[in-house]
């Protein structure tokens, strides 16, 4: 059985869509997948930031923002 690809930033993608949509719970979910992925992956915590603050959650925002900034801190 063929493997298939890792999909992670389609994820992204699909999650910056929900959160444009305001559906910031479904853009977490989304995020979530991504890093179950990739868990190097900054966009993916930025992502999951971004969505828990639309959500009101800017304590969990806080802590995925700066996930995102030990990876990369560039």
């Known amino acids: 059985a ?16 929900r959160l444009k949509e305001k559906k910031p719970v479904m853009a977490i979910e989304m995020a979530k997948k991504a890093i179950a992925q990739n868990q190097y992956y900054t966009d993916a915590y930025v992502l999951l930031g971004d969505a828990y603050m639309e959500n009101g959650d800017p304590k969990n925002a806080m802590e995925n923002y700066k996930k995102a900034i030990a990876i990369y801190p560039g």
């Open 2 to 17: 063929e493997k298939y690809e890792k999909i992670y930033s389609s994820y992204v993608v699909l999650g910056r869509v």
